[in-house]
């Protein structure tokens, strides 16, 4: 069966970087997209961006631009999302969701995984 | 970027009510637009894609409908395990930007 298993919850001090890990687990990991949605305490759903785990393409929202990455290692279906130079306003719960075809159909989605940034 | 509303924000229903949440976008996404359903603590479980198909496994009691920049998600006949919070979600163009959410909870 498809899962998507996401580290565990982070806290952060301002200014740090955060890695949140997705591992892909019961389908061909390269044939799908994995994208990233956080929600902030008590916010709804924002997306982050995409990645294609067939050839590393991306494509962020433009707020996170020069702060976020999203990479893939192949070799353990796993999907990786930074985001540096945190801010209070990054804590969040972070989604990735597996994406199905160019539209990403975001059809199974990973735990979640608390961000906390606070001093 | 695509803006999406949904109205109403938040509704009371009782078990066998007909619900209708609305969905519209800022600009035509043709019929690229999806439904969520999200409960407190969970990660968002998908219900509807293409403005009207039903994802695999998902009641039939859900249905949804439109086009263009308006969209309707309808649950026929509400079931206790249908009060959360409902989500649309535009998949026409990057960034694929979330509605703020409708909440059904019990009247």
């Known amino acids: 069966q498809v899962q998507l298993v996401q580290s565990g919850a982070e806290v952060k001090k301002p200014g740090a970087s955060v890695r949140v890990s997705c591992k892909a687990s019961g389908y061909t990991f390269t044939s799908y997209g994995i994208t990233w949605v956080r929600q902030a305490p008590g916010q709804g759903l924002e997306w982050m961006g995409w990645i294609s785990a067939h050839n590393g393409d991306t494509k962020y929202v433009q707020k996170l631009q020069g702060r976020v990455t999203m990479t893939t290692d192949t070799s353990t279906s796993t999907v990786y999302m930074e985001l540096r130079s945190l801010i209070s306003d990054d804590t969040a719960v972070y989604y990735c969701?597996?994406?199905?075809?160019?539209?990403?159909?975001?059809?199974?989605w990973g735990q979640g995984t608390l961000v906390t940034v606070s001093s | 970027d695509i803006q999406m509303t949904q109205s109403p924000s938040s509704l009371s229903a009782s078990v066998g009510d007909r619900v209708t949440i609305t969905c519209r976008a800022s600009?035509?996404?043709?019929?690229?637009l999806n439904w969520y359903q999200q409960k407190p603590g969970k990660a968002p479980k998908f219900l509807i894609y293409s403005a009207s198909s039903l994802q695999s496994g998902v009641p039939s009691r859900f249905s949804g409908s439109g086009s263009g920049t308006d969209f309707t998600l309808t649950i026929s006949s509400l079931q206790p395990e249908d009060f959360a919070t409902y989500y649309c979600?535009?998949?026409?163009?990057?960034?694929?930007?979330f509605g703020p959410g409708t909440k059904v909870d019990i009247k």
């Open positions: 979600q535009q998949s026409y163009s990057a960034p694929f930007t």
């Open positions: 969701a597996r994406g199905l075809g160019e539209h990403q159909l975001l059809d199974y």
């Open positions: 600009q035509s996404i043709s019929s690229y």
